[in-house]
């Protein structure tokens, strides 16, 4: 396994690398798992698939924004060798089916939770996001698919990869940052161009989408 605790690049600031909407602010919450699946690289796009997880206890984190009225936006970068980023747009409304499109809604007292669901990828390979917010804890979850009807997913194991994590911005609301590698350390577990993964970062930081136009080294 390798540490990229001491693995600094520019794919990283641990400020603000993200414009928020105005009058928003950005959380930066603690990354538990990041993975990049490609199972069959150049031959079939569709099994690809990623999940993004963070979590903090305690935390004092919470949830600013109401994505079931107004939306969310869903980030992803994965930086290294070949980096890539590719952003999502979940819609806003409630859903009337179990497996989706749309958001469900749980506020009450000190608890806040916010569930979106896209299983037959009508609005895109973001299949779930969950934003929660319970006590002093809060949890942010993403996961991508590209099997069935979903559109493609285009961001791959970069092979190698360095860094990578997600930003998902409540349209109207607060964006949440989830990084992992570079300055925000973690372990590097699987590293080529089948699966890209890395866990448990020391620290909170915000991804910065790989600028295409710079060289590759």
């Known amino acids: 396994m390798r540490d990229t605790t001491q693995l600094v690049t520019g794919a990283f600031v641990l400020l603000v690398a993200f414009a ?48 079931l009225s107004d939306g969310a936006q869903l980030l992803v970068i994965a930086s290294g060798n070949t980096s890539s980023s590719q952003s999502f747009m979940l819609p806003p409304g409630a859903f009337a089916e179990p497996n989706g499109p749309g958001w469900r809604r749980l506020v009450k007292r000190r608890r806040a939770v916010y569930a979106y669901v896209d299983e037959r990828g009508e609005n895109g390979p973001v299949t779930s996001l969950t934003i929660q917010q319970v006590g002093r804890s809060f949890r942010i979850r993403a996961t991508l698919d590209g099997r069935g009807n979903n559109p493609e997913i285009s961001v791959v194991p970069p092979n190698p990869g360095s860094d990578g994590g997600m930003i998902v911005s409540i349209n109207g609301g607060d964006s949440y940052c989830v990084a992992f590698g570079g300055a925000a350390g973690g372990k590097i577990t699987d590293n080529d161009a089948e699966t890209f993964r890395i866990t448990h970062p020391r620290l909170e930081g915000c991804p910065l989408a790989p600028d295409p136009a710079a060289p590759v080294d």
């Open 20 to 67: 928020p909407p105005a009058g928003a602010a950005q959380q930066m919450v603690r990354g538990r798992l990041f993975v990049v699946n490609d199972p069959l690289p150049g031959v079939n796009s569709s099994r690809r698939h990623i999940l993004v997880y963070g979590f903090e206890l305690p935390s004092t984190k919470t949830v600013a924004g109401d994505p």
